[in-house]
């Protein structure tokens, strides 16, 4: 289950079940353990009742699901930073300040890259190609700058309450501001919305649902290559995901090692 068709179905349930439902998230991915499988299934069979507002089967399904977990442990449950494309770098994650994260996008010819970083060390980036069914459309640097933020809050169960993003698209920005007012159709020009094959939902889409539902989060300006840290570390990440297209490189250690750079700056300039 993907990250946004779960955060859709804990919307229809009680505050308390929501709660127990986001702390066993982590069951619900793909894995190869069959007790994790059986967990996850659990979760997954939960909200499914609640969709059909069965609560009370809900509520014992997570009740099943809690148990199995408490006998199974945590040990093998994958992690957001074993995620391929992401990593943290693990220093800064003890860090008391709000969170600020920052999101860029590169495109060159038929190739782009996007990529992110937050102020807790976590980065992710990811590389992209063209063909001929790609329903980018024209706007390919404004869809791929929004594309960016749907891969940042997508690697959070629940993204942290109270985080503020950082763009240097203008007109990302109004999007995302847009969208935050109830604004959900507004869509770039020429964004096609025909059905994806890996999902339910075209990426936008699923984005413009998510901020909709997230008034605590916050977008902001932040001019491009001015020396701002975090800024240059997404910038850096969207290139070095473009670059992977056309050259081979072991990219985990050069984003790793990048990011760490760029968060020391930050936080000493933060910390004076």
Same mark, same amino acid.
């Given at each position: 289950?993907?990250?946004?068709?779960?955060?859709?179905?804990?919307?229809?349930?009680?505050?308390?079940?929501?709660?127990?439902?986001?702390?066993?998230?982590?069951?619900?991915?793909?894995?190869?353990?069959?007790?994790?499988?059986?967990?996850?299934?659990?979760?997954?069979?939960?909200?499914?009742?609640?969709?059909?507002?069965?609560?009370?089967?809900? @509520?014992?399904?997570?009740?099943? /699901?809690?148990?199995?977990? +408490?006998?199974?442990?945590?040990?093998? =449950? &994958?992690?957001?930073? $074993?995620?391929?494309?992401?990593?943290?770098?693990?220093?800064?994650?003890?860090?008391?300040?709000?969170?600020?994260?920052?999101?860029?996008?590169?495109?060159?010819?038929?190739?782009?890259?996007?990529?992110?970083?937050?102020?807790?060390?976590?980065?992710?980036?990811?590389?992209?190609?063209?063909?001929?069914?790609?329903?980018?459309?024209?706007?390919?640097?404004?869809?791929?700058?929004?594309?960016?933020?749907?891969?940042?809050?997508?690697?959070?169960?629940?993204?942290?309450?109270?985080?503020?993003?950082?763009?240097?698209?203008?007109?990302?920005?109004?999007?995302?501001? @847009?969208?935050?007012?109830?604004? /959900?159709?507004?869509?770039? +020009?020429?964004?096609?919305?025909?059905? =994806? &094959?890996?999902?339910? $939902?075209?990426?936008?889409?699923?984005?413009?649902?998510?901020?909709?539902?997230?008034?605590?989060?916050?977008?902001?300006?932040?001019?491009?290559?001015?020396?701002?840290?975090?800024?240059?570390?997404?910038?850096?990440?969207?290139?070095?995901?473009?670059?992977?297209?056309?050259?081979?490189?072991?990219?985990?250690?050069?984003?790793?090692?990048?990011?760490?750079?760029?968060?020391?700056?930050?936080?000493?300039?933060?910390?004076?």
């Amino acid at each position: 289950m993907r990250p946004d068709e779960f955060l859709r179905a804990l919307d229809l349930l009680p505050t308390p079940l929501h709660e127990r439902a986001v702390a066993l998230r982590a069951y619900a991915r793909v894995t190869r353990c069959e007790d994790c499988q059986r967990i996850g299934d659990a979760v997954r069979l939960a909200l499914t009742a609640a969709h059909y507002d069965e609560i009370a089967s809900a @509520r014992q399904l997570l009740d099943t /699901a809690e148990q199995q977990a +408490a006998r199974h442990g945590s040990t093998c =449950r &994958s992690q957001p930073d $074993q995620q391929h494309g992401r990593g943290r770098v693990g220093r800064w994650a003890g860090t008391s300040a709000p969170l600020v994260a920052a999101t860029d996008a590169s495109w060159k010819g038929r190739g782009g890259g996007i990529g992110y970083v937050v102020s807790d060390g976590h980065w992710g980036l990811r590389s992209r190609g063209t063909d001929r069914l790609d329903p980018t459309g024209p706007s390919r640097v404004l869809i791929n700058e929004l594309r960016a933020v749907e891969f940042l809050l997508s690697a959070y169960d629940e993204a942290p309450a109270g985080l503020t993003v950082l763009l240097d698209s203008l007109a990302a920005l109004r999007y995302l501001h @847009r969208w935050q007012a109830g604004e /959900a159709d507004a869509m770039p +020009a020429g964004y096609s919305l025909r059905p =994806r &094959s890996s999902s339910a $939902q075209p990426t936008l889409v699923r984005l413009a649902e998510l901020v909709g539902r997230r008034p605590d989060l916050s977008f902001a300006h932040v001019k491009g290559h001015s020396g701002h840290a975090l800024n240059e570390a997404a910038d850096g990440l969207s290139h070095m995901a473009r670059r992977r297209l056309g050259e081979s490189f072991d990219v985990r250690p050069r984003a790793h090692a990048l990011v760490d750079a760029f968060l020391r700056d930050w936080h000493t300039t933060v910390a004076s």
